[in-house]
């Protein structure tokens, strides 16, 4: 590169990161590293991109932030929607293979099914990142990025047990949990929320009216808002009509989006019958809205540009051949390997704190959440 070029390059390079740094100013974590201008030297290796579905804001982000960190690089993305079809993933992924990428970053749709596509990208020597949720059964997987499932699942379950105030005695309240699909890798969540909640439901402090407690019985396939609405649509016409419902443990956004819709329907979210406690995870625009309308008590904030941001640098840390950043080498076993992982913080959100987390940091603009 001649010294004017390279001159340009470090300009442009600051401008870019002078404006990252403003706009992300009080944001919760370091950010990731700024690319140098060896990896942008780097030439045009290809980097596959296979995010389950456009459907949820979630995975708009996730992949928006992934190719733009790994352009910036100086890699070539191939970015891919599956739009929840397992089918769909796997012939996109096969074509990422066909074509020549060097890593595949993976957020599966059934952490079950891809054994046999990851299968031939091991045979030509194309690394995994498994995204968000951890692939299994299969040596094909390299690295794992991830938020702490685990510690977000105890923040959903202490924020109920601190808004019923159950550790002050107080209860007993009405209660029901709605959960995720049982091939992704909900069973982390789950757990770790449901044994927040667990002694209070032994003790009979939180009634679970419709009985249903297991993570079969309180799934929804693909996190469908619709499937979730549906369900609790059931379990108040069967279980609430004389009942008031006081806290509900949604695992994420959609599926408390879609119990708000079904708790609405049958006449709560007024002075008499008023919202239940309720709970969500990645601060979805519609659900930020929900918490500032008073419909959802809170959810997680998972700041995504973050995690993509990091998994960018792992990539570029594989593909140049230098150690990949990850902080846990013990504790996520995929059924044929301890899978090296990252685990990233998270926080979560609600009317008191979203202003600070989610507007002061550049995350969402104030119009967005109008
Ligand atoms: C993610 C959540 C997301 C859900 C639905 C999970 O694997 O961890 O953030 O809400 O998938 O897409």
Same mark, same amino acid.
């Given at each position: 590169?001649?010294?004017?070029?390279?001159?340009?390059?470090?300009?442009?390079?600051?401008?870019?990161?002078?404006?990252?740094?403003?706009?992300?100013?009080?944001?919760?974590?370091?950010?990731?590293?700024?690319?140098?201008?060896?990896?942008?030297?780097?030439?045009?290796?290809?980097?596959?991109?296979?995010?389950?579905?456009?459907?949820?804001?979630?995975?708009?982000?996730?992949?928006?932030?992934?190719?733009?960190?790994?352009?910036?690089?100086?890699?070539?993305?191939?970015?891919?929607?599956?739009?929840?079809?397992?089918?769909?993933?796997?012939?996109?992924?096969?074509?990422?293979?066909?074509?020549?990428?060097?890593?595949?970053?993976?957020?599966?749709?059934?952490?079950?099914?891809?054994?046999?596509?990851?299968?031939?990208?091991?045979?030509?020597?194309?690394?995994?990142?498994?995204?968000?949720?951890?692939?299994?059964? /299969?040596? #094909? !997987?390299?690295?794992? %990025?991830?938020? @702490?499932?685990?510690?977000?699942?105890?923040?959903? =379950?202490?924020?109920? &047990?601190?808004?019923?105030?159950?550790?002050?005695?107080?209860?007993?309240?009405?209660?029901?949990?709605?959960?995720?699909?049982?091939?992704? /890798?909900? #069973? !982390?969540?789950?757990? %770790?929320?449901? @044994?927040?909640?667990?002694?209070?439901?032994?003790? =009979?402090?939180?009634? &679970?009216?419709?009985?249903?407690?297991?993570?079969?019985?309180?799934?929804?396939?693909?996190?469908?808002?619709?499937?979730?609405?549906?369900?609790?649509?059931?379990?108040?016409?069967?279980?609430?009509? @004389?009942?008031?419902?006081?806290?509900?443990?949604?695992?994420?956004?959609?599926?408390?989006?879609?119990?708000?819709?079904?708790?609405?329907?049958?006449?709560?979210?007024?002075?008499?019958?008023?919202?239940?406690?309720?709970?969500?995870?990645?601060?979805?625009?519609?659900?930020?809205?929900?918490?500032?309308?008073?419909?959802?008590?809170?959810?997680?904030?998972?700041?995504?540009?973050?995690?993509?941001?990091?998994?960018?640098?792992?990539?570029?840390?594989?593909?140049?051949?230098?150690?990949?950043?990850?902080?846990?080498?013990?504790?996520?076993?995929?059924?044929?390997?301890?899978?090296?992982?990252?685990?990233?913080?998270?926080?979560?959100?609600?009317?008191?704190?979203?202003?600070?987390?989610?507007?002061?940091?550049?995350?969402?603009?104030?119009?967005?959440?109008?």
């Amino acid at each position: 590169m001649n010294k004017k070029l390279m001159a340009g390059w470090l300009i442009l390079l600051s401008i870019i990161l002078a404006i990252a740094g403003c706009s992300n100013a009080d944001k919760t974590q370091e950010k990731p590293e700024a690319s140098s201008s060896e990896s942008a030297a780097n030439g045009k290796v290809l980097v596959g991109v296979s995010m389950p579905t456009k459907s949820l804001q979630r995975w708009n982000q996730d992949g928006g932030y992934l190719k733009e960190h790994l352009e910036k690089k100086g890699y070539k993305v191939d970015l891919q929607f599956a739009e929840n079809k397992v089918e769909s993933q796997i012939s996109q992924i096969e074509n990422m293979i066909t074509m020549g990428a060097k890593v595949l970053i993976i957020a599966p749709i059934d952490v079950n099914a891809l054994v046999n596509v990851l299968d031939s990208a091991k045979a030509q020597d194309i690394k995994v990142i498994s995204y968000d949720r951890l692939i299994m059964n /299969t040596d #094909a !997987v390299d690295y794992y %990025a991830t938020f @702490d499932n685990t510690i977000i699942g105890r923040m959903l =379950g202490e924020y109920i &047990v601190d808004q019923l105030g159950l550790k002050e005695g107080k209860g007993p309240y009405n209660f029901e949990i709605v959960s995720g699909p049982v091939n992704d /890798t909900t #069973a !982390v969540l789950f757990n %770790a929320a449901v @044994d927040v909640v667990k002694p209070y439901i032994d003790e =009979g402090k939180l009634v &679970v009216r419709s009985g249903q407690t297991t993570m079969e019985q309180t799934a929804t396939p693909n996190w469908e808002e619709k499937e979730a609405q549906a369900r609790m649509d059931n379990i108040l016409t069967a279980f609430y009509t @004389d009942e008031h419902l006081d806290a509900v443990l949604c695992l994420n956004d959609s599926t408390s989006l879609g119990t708000q819709a079904a708790l609405k329907s049958a006449g709560y979210g007024t002075a008499d019958k008023p919202m239940p406690i309720l709970t969500g995870q990645d601060a979805d625009i519609a659900n930020v809205k929900a918490i500032i309308a008073g419909e959802q008590s809170m959810s997680i904030f998972k700041d995504t540009s973050y995690l993509a941001g990091k998994v960018a640098d792992m990539t570029d840390a594989i593909i140049k051949g230098s150690e990949v950043s990850v902080n846990d080498t013990e504790n996520y076993h995929n059924g044929k390997r301890v899978v090296p992982s990252l685990l990233l913080e998270s926080k979560f959100v609600d009317k008191n704190n979203y202003k600070q987390l989610l507007i002061d940091s550049g995350y969402y603009t104030e119009d967005e959440l109008k």
